[in-house]
């Protein structure tokens, strides 16, 4: 059935919920007791079982209890996994285990992929930063998405580097996609691609032009300016400043402040 996520305003599809999660807590505690993770030889036990009696893997059960549990971030996790499955499929990553996750990541991150097995023993980690979400487009989340799955596509098939680095392997895979990499591992989108095509498919909006890598501006390169008084009072305002200190009376005037390069050849000559 279609549903409409609150978080994103986007539809997508809901599979028919089950009447039973498959019991996660039950899975999660076998899976840990079967799984071989930090070198801790483990003993095998029977795995839970789904409504229809078939076996049911901890990740299956991971995600089915994400879209029926009564939570914040249930809307949002349904339409990732879904958009998962679809990329996986469509882009033919072949990802063996998958576990998704929204929560609080660092400001500087979008999203991670974390290689081996994270905290409960489950592989294949994919967090989107929680921060961001209310901020972006659904089309900008499923970049990110994507973005993850190409690193779980590579440590599953291909040959990383270290701390996920974006090697010339993890770019070429980017770019027949679509996906452009920045020199910090920024991501832009090509005009035309395949991952574009995917989104407007299913009636995600995406825009048209290509869109280059937000690098990050180079530090030190503010445009916020210093004004002083006679006082030893100093302000820094990005434009031209009329301003009359209430301490001296005299009005503020720029500072011309010598250049990063020119500091440091002060500093050697002293």
């Known amino acids: 059935m279609k549903a409409t996520s609150k978080l994103l305003n986007v539809e997508y599809v809901r ?85 998704l996750r929204v929560d609080a990541l660092p400001r500087s991150r979008l999203g991670h992929f974390r290689p081996g097995h994270n905290g409960f023993g489950l592989k294949g980690e994919i967090a989107i930063n929680s921060l961001y979400v209310g901020a972006l487009a659904p089309w900008e989340i499923l970049g990110i998405l994507a973005h993850e799955l190409l690193h779980a596509w590579q440590h599953a098939h291909g040959s990383p580097s270290d701390g996920n680095h974006h090697n010339q392997e993890y770019r070429r895979k980017a770019e027949s996609l679509g996906l452009v990499i920045g ?34 501006r180079a530090k030190g390169s503010s445009k916020n300016k210093k004004w002083v008084c006679s006082c030893p009072i100093n302000v820094r305002c990005a434009v031209a400043l009329q301003a009359q200190c209430l301490w001296c009376g005299d009005v503020f005037t720029l500072c011309e402040e010598p250049s990063a390069h020119a500091r440091k050849a002060e500093l050697r000559a002293g």
């Open 15 to 99: 599979a028919a919920e089950p009447e039973s999660d498959g019991n996660i807590d039950e899975a999660l505690a076998d899976h840990q007791d079967t799984e071989r993770w930090d070198g801790h030889p483990m003993i095998a036990t029977s795995k839970p079982q789904s409504a229809n009696g078939s076996e049911c893997s901890v990740y299956e059960s991971l995600a089915r209890h994400q879209v029926i549990e009564l939570w914040g971030c249930r809307d949002l996790l349904a339409f990732l996994q879904e958009w998962a499955d679809r990329m996986i499929v469509r882009f033919e990553l072949d990802i063996p285990e998958l576990a």
């Open 183 to 216: 020199r910090r591992g920024v991501m832009g989108y090509s005009a035309k691609c395949v991952f574009k095509d995917l989104l407007r498919q299913f009636g995600i909006d995406v825009p048209e032009t290509d869109i280059a890598p937000r690098e990050r």
